[in-house]
């Protein structure tokens, strides 16, 4: 009991627009007593003293109340006999709830009661349960019934009309007179679980017929192996019983007799079973609940277990029936046994519950000390060069019609002026115009009123004042002219070319597809990778790339990706390298623990309210879910594993960190220079070595047998690359990145002119669906990735993105970039 607080007397009129400190309505939506509490009768004054309070049908004081001995709104009169009183008033004292409300009572009894009736379970076996806020109170209801506490009408809930529950008995009597026309009392059941405590409401019906059908649809047991329980211990509800009106004077609560031999009446009174509501009989339902909840994830474990059988068996032996409410994730049982028997059988459960609980509920304070550490990176991802330079281009805010590669038969003339007219030309307009900062032109083909028609992009990070823009245009439509070709629009936009190193956060002005459309496999951990697995430096939690693949030098086996990641990666500066990168595992657990939420949801939409456990695998875990859940299991395992991802080292890089250019191999290209983005690295951990496979299958999305296939053949199910060939222009491609998985485009037969500080060079492009309107930071983390014909023959290494183009170098000029760096004599695919 709280201590009482010592509170000085104050003025009567402080106290004149304050409301006195007693509960209104109980937060359990107890039903109303009856009476005034025993120790307040006959010592109440007749003076002062309000009518009954509504929802308590309790006496409480008057609103206003004169602490000092005065009556309201009158001044103290001398020969007032009262006044003689006042001096002898003494201290008041005030107590204060402590169970989470400010409410404060001037009697030990009112606090009492308070406690009882807005911070305890008034069921027996529960009143230790300590409920502070509304949403304790709610949750603990659940657990007695899904219904929660309440008056209500079994009759409607037979004819499948269920009426929200009700406050007070009458309430539910009204309810029979409109809707049924019956003046019945009601004939309640008593049966666990529809009846809790004697103070907690209940299911009535308005004739035993009904109330039989009832008892038929609710209470017949059926175990595990589908058996009927009724032939043990299990007697229907007597009919003496049963008839008898829930509004008998038997049941009311009476006023305490403080007579002599008082005492001894009221204990024959609780010991006479005439006068009990329920009486203590064995062959009555008993039931009970698992106090922790249960998640589908762990439902779905224990069914794997070797006690699970056993345990539903027992439960069976003991006349138990365990079933999962799926709409609150609890485990309730009910059976006709004793109560020691159920609290047996629910220890059973208990103890396999405890033993197989899921990985995510053990590990839940680690993840969060591990997210604080990766939050903690982030902070300090300044020192990352990548997060500190503004790279990011933004789309058009007018809406951009489909864009696609030029057709190197239909556009034949145009990318013939475009190579021999208009390339060696744009350097000097562009001079002329006075354009600063970097710039690209491209080629492609823009939807338009009458089909796809070729266009010019012009984008830059400098300087588009109206002037340069005409004089571009104009010199572009003089180029034409002369060639008796329709003139090119050109259309402008400001940026600047960006290199696709991934970075620990992403955004995208699409929507992001859904998780049970796509999940970053890429991003896992891959034993022994292969093309398209994740890697980054050692030490770096922000900066991620693509392996692209394995390739011979000389004879030695060399992992090749890109070079701009590892002047990117300045936080922590470091040789060695790991797959999967810090940051793609992070991704990969985050959107691991969307998809099972998003498993859940699917398993409830399409699963009963209830579910008895010995049919939770043929009504929640079919076949098919099964074997999802499974290999999401299986991949939570590989990403909690924190070591064994380390994979290599840093040998050779080009250019020291800047991009040079070199002269195109390609004979068909006299004149073009590339750019060099690569290095190469070498596998310091022998068996983690991979092979030039990819993961998959040629897919977008891997199902649960590619999944599946992850363990026979752990090195990956694609065709492997063995062969090498030039870009010729418009042919189909594709290639496999950390963040956009397998994505599809055509090579466009323009080539891309781009110039900064460094000079200018000519550059492939491959163009994908949707470019348009995709931004860099949707193919960031897919440098490094190899671009491969339909026939999976090496084109290019991927490196950068411009105007919604995919910027890659040929790999027949990458080789011949290492062969002059390196000095050797071979390079080529293992």
Not at 114 to 133: A, M, Y
Not at 442 to 452: E, H, I, K, M, S
Request: proline share 7%; glycine share 8%.
């Amino acid at each position: 009991m709280s201590s009482p607080v010592y509170y000085s007397p104050r003025p009567f009129r402080e106290y004149q627009h304050e409301t006195p400190p007693f509960p209104k309505q109980s937060s359990l939506n107890r039903p109303p007593s009856s009476y005034p509490p025993h120790d307040e009768l006959g010592s109440l004054p007749a003076e002062g003293v309000s009518q009954r309070n509504s929802s308590f049908d309790m006496r409480t004081q008057s609103s206003i109340i004169d602490l000092t001995g005065s009556t309201p709104n009158m001044d103290p009169i001398d020969d007032d006999p009262r006044s003689d009183l006042r001096s002898q008033v003494g201290p008041i004292y005030a107590f204060p709830c402590r169970e989470g409300c400010r409410e404060v009572f001037y009697r030990k009894y009112l606090l009492k009661r308070h406690i009882e009736g807005q911070h305890r379970c008034p069921h027996n076996d529960r009143k230790h349960v300590k409920l502070r806020t509304l949403e304790e109170i709610t949750d603990h209801q659940r657990g007695h019934r899904a219904e929660g506490v309440g008056y209500r009408c079994g009759t409607c809930i037979l004819k499948g009309t269920p009426t929200n529950p009700m406050s007070q008995m009458s309430e539910l009597q009204m309810h029979f007179r409109h809707s049924h026309q019956s003046s019945a009392f009601g004939y309640q059941c008593i049966e666990s679980p529809c009846y809790l405590g004697k103070y907690l409401g209940g299911i009535y019906f308005i004739s035993t017929d009904d109330l039989d059908d009832h008892h038929e649809r609710e209470h017949t047991l059926i175990s595990p192996q589908g058996a009927s329980l009724t032939s043990r211990n299990y007697t229907p509800i007597s009919s003496s019983l049963r008839n008898k009106p829930a509004g008998n004077s038997a049941f009311r609560k009476r006023r305490l007799d403080k007579s002599p031999g008082s005492k001894a009446k009221r204990r024959m009174t609780q010991m006479n079973g005439k006068g009990l509501l329920v009486p203590p009989r064995r062959d009555l339902e008993t039931a009970s609940y698992i106090d922790s909840r249960v998640s589908f994830l762990d439902l779905q474990s224990f069914t794997k277990q070797q006690k699970w059988m056993e345990t539903l068996t027992h439960l069976a032996s003991l006349h138990i029936l365990p079933t999962f409410v799926c709409k609150h994730s609890i485990i309730t049982l009910r059976g006709t046994c004793s109560p020691a028997e159920m609290m047996r059988g629910k220890l059973l459960l208990v103890e396999l519950i405890d033993q197989t609980k899921s990985r995510s509920h053990q590990d839940d304070q680690i993840d969060q000390t591990k997210s604080k550490s990766h939050r903690d990176d982030e902070i300090d991802a300044s020192h990352c060069s990548s997060l500190r330079t503004g790279c990011h281009q933004y789309v058009s805010v007018h809406p951009q019609p489909e864009i696609y590669a030029l057709d190197p038969v239909e556009n034949a003339d145009t990318l013939k002026l475009w190579d021999e007219q208009l390339l060696p030309k744009i350097s000097g307009v562009i001079r002329a115009a006075s354009v600063e900062g970097s710039y690209s032109v491209a080629l492609v083909r823009q939807n338009g009123t009458n089909g796809p028609q070729p266009i010019i992009r012009f984008r830059s990070s400098g300087n588009q004042g109206e002037i340069s823009r005409q004089i571009i245009r104009e010199s572009v439509q003089k180029i034409c002219e002369d060639n008796h070709l329709p003139v090119l629009n050109v259309q402008f936009t400001e940026g600047s070319m960006v290199r696709l190193v991934g970075g620990s956060s992403t955004a995208s002005i699409l929507d992001d597809p859904s998780n049970d459309q796509k999940f970053p496999h890429e991003r896992r951990p891959w034993e022994k990778p292969g093309m398209g697995a994740s890697i980054g430096l050692a030490q770096c939690p922000h900066v991620s790339v693509t392996l692209g693949g394995y390739i011979s030098v000389d004879g030695r086996t060399y992992m090749l990706s890109v070079d701009h990641f590892i002047a990117k990666s300045l936080c922590n500066v470091t040789t060695d390298l790991r797959s999967p990168a810090i940051s793609d595992l992070i991704s990969a657990k985050k959107k691991l623990k969307t998809t099972f939420k998003e498993l859940q949801m699917k398993i409830l939409r399409s699963a009963p309210d209830v579910v008895p456990l010995g049919k939770v695998e043929e009504l929640l875990f079919p076949r098919a879910v099964d074997q999802e859940l499974e290999q999401y299991k299986r991949i939570g395992r590989e990403l909690d594993e924190e070591d064994g991802f380390a994979f290599g080292e840093l040998r050779t890089r080009c250019g020291g960190g800047k991009m040079p250019i070199r002269p195109s191999s390609n004979p068909r290209l006299p004149g073009c220079l590339h750019r060099m983005d690569w290095s190469l690295s070498e596998i310091t951990v022998k068996h983690r070595q991979g092979r030039n496979v990819h993961r998959y299958r040629h897919i977008t999305k891997p199902g649960i047998d590619d999944l599946r296939n992850e363990i026979l053949h752990p090195g990956g199910c694609g065709v492997p690359c063995t062969t090498t060939r030039d870009v010729a222009g418009g042919e189909s491609a594709y290639y496999v990145g950390t963040t956009s998985g397998h994505r599809k485009g055509l090579i466009n037969p323009a080539l891309i002119q781009y110039g900064d500080e460094f000079g200018t060079s000519h550059e492939w492009s491959l163009v994908v669906p949707h470019c348009e309107v995709l931004r860099d930071v949707d193919f960031r983390g897919d440098s490094g990735a190899w671009i491969l014909d339909d026939d999976n023959k090496l084109l290019g290494l991927l490196w950068g993105w411009d105007n919604g183009s995919l910027i890659f170098t040929p790999i027949a000029d990458v080789f011949a970039d290492i062969k002059q760096v390196m000095g050797c004599r071979q390079v080529g695919l293992p």
